[in-house]
Structures are given as structure tokens and as C-alpha cells.
């Protein structure tokens, strides 16, 4: 079944302590992105990837890290997290990459990151 | 960077045909108009995708006037599990691929 996988589905954890949240997609999807969504906001996105190595900065990237070492994985990062980083996060993928507007984004089901 | 808005929420009858509007002024030639529908703690799905004049597929129908600088998502005879939020996304064709989401449209569906 194509999909694409977050891990935790949720998390606690107390400021300062370092976490990955990981997301795998089955589709070799190019592109792969980090949302973050908090009521009222709708979904931010915080990094995205447009293939293998490639990353860029989304709209609130400060406090987060990304890497992209294979195509099918692209982990979120958060090396001190804090109580602002309290969100509903969401990893999506697509395999349109640059030049195309027309790609199909494909979503996790969420990881609900709580920072005490 | 193209910015969408829509309204906040909308409220409806099962049985009704819903159309919620999206507003993108700034659309650029080569942009897509994309709709996402979105549960409470699921992650959002596709629903429909336009460039122009009109899309229909076996969920909903997207219309888009010659313009292009709004959407109009209709949703034919409303169910109460078509409660939910409808995002309107507009792709950026500037090979930095930042996907912005607006607040979305809260669609809530009575019996």
C-alpha cells in the first residue's frame, strides 16, 4: 500500500532533550516536506526536500533540522526543543519535483509533539 | 508566492450542495489550483486538482473562471462525514517549492 509513515504517532518530552520524528515514504517520491499545524494556522511548512541531499527552508524553519540521505526517508530534527515546538506536525510527499506545479502531496497521519 | 483565502467556516444540511470559494489574486501562469480535505487528526487528503474552467471527478467538482484568480470547490449532496477542513493550495512554479496552506475552511455538516 503506498503511504508514508510518521513515527511517534505521539510524543512527550521535556525541553532541551533532542528528538527525531521520522517520516518513510513507499512511493519513490522526489520530494518529501515537514508541516506543522497549530489551531487557528492552519499548516506551516518548516523544511522541504526536493530530492536526495537537497533542502530547503519552508515558511518557520528556526528550531528544526532536516536531512534527506535516501530518497525514501526524511527525518525532523529537533535538537532543543521547546514549549513553542508544541504542535501537531505532519510529513507529505510527492513525485513531482522542480518544475512541476501539479504534484499530488500524499500525508502522513500526524505526530501530536507536546514539550513540558 | 500565492496567497489564498477562503472563508473561516460554512455550515450545511446533509443532503445540500456546498461550494466554498478560494481567492488567489496572485496566481502565477503555471500554477495549479489544488484542494485538500483534512479530518480532526489525520493528515490532510487530496481532493481535486484545476488549472482552468472545470474538474470533476467521482468527490467533488472545482470551477475556475478565466481569470483564475479564485476557485470554487463544490461538494454535491453533503454527507455528515464531509465534516472537515478544505484547504485551497496554489503551486509555486519558482523551483524553491515552499507549499503555503491557508487556515483552510471548517465545513460542518448538520443533520
Known amino acids: 500500500e503506498a503511504q508514508v509513515t510518521q513515527n511517534p504517532r505521539y510524543l512527550i518530552t521535556v525541553t532541551g532533550k533532542k528528538l527525531t520524528v521520522t517520516c518513510s515514504q513507499n512511493?519513490?517520491?522526489?520530494?518529501m516536506s515537514w508541516y506543522r499545524q497549530d489551531p487557528g494556522l492552519g499548516l506551516r511548512q518548516i523544511y522541504y526536500?526536493?530530492?536526495?541531499?537537497?533542502?530547503d527552508k519552508g515558511d518557520v524553519p528556526e528550531g528544526y533540522k532536516v536531512s534527506r540521505k535516501e530518497k525514501r526517508n526524511f527525518p525532523l530534527i529537533l535538537e532543543s526543543p521547546s514549549p513553542n515546538q508544541t504542535s501537531l506536525y505532519f510529513c507529505?510527499?510527492?513525485?513531482?519535483?522542480?518544475?512541476?506545479?501539479?504534484?499530488?502531496?500524499?500525508f502522513g497521519s500526524g505526530t501530536q509533539l507536546s514539550v513540558l | 508566492l500565492a496567497k489564498t483565502t477562503q472563508p473561516i467556516s460554512m455550515d450545511s444540511y446533509e443532503g445540500q450542495e456546498v461550494n466554498i470559494t478560494c481567492s488567489h489574486n496572485n496566481i502565477a501562469t503555471n500554477d495549479y489550483i489544488t484542494w485538500y480535505q483534512q479530518f480532526p487528526s489525520q493528515g490532510p487528503r487530496f481532493i481535486i486538482q484545476g488549472y482552468k474552467t472545470k474538474v470533476t471527478n467521482e468527490v467533488a467538482s472545482l470551477f475556475i473562471p478565466a481569470d483564475r484568480k479564485s476557485s470554487t470547490l463544490s461538494l454535491p449532496r453533503v454527507s455528515l462525514s464531509d465534516t472537515a477542513v478544505y484547504y485551497c493550495l496554489v503551486g509555486e512554479d519558482t523551483g524553491r517549492r515552499a507549499l503555503t496552506f491557508g487556515s483552510g475552511t471548517r465545513l460542518q455538516v448538520q443533520p
Open positions: 507529505a510527499s510527492s513525485w513531482r519535483g522542480r518544475g512541476h506545479t501539479n504534484e499530488k502531496l500524499f
Open positions: 512511493m519513490n517520491h522526489e520530494y
Open positions: 526536500s526536493m530530492n536526495v541531499e537537497v533542502t
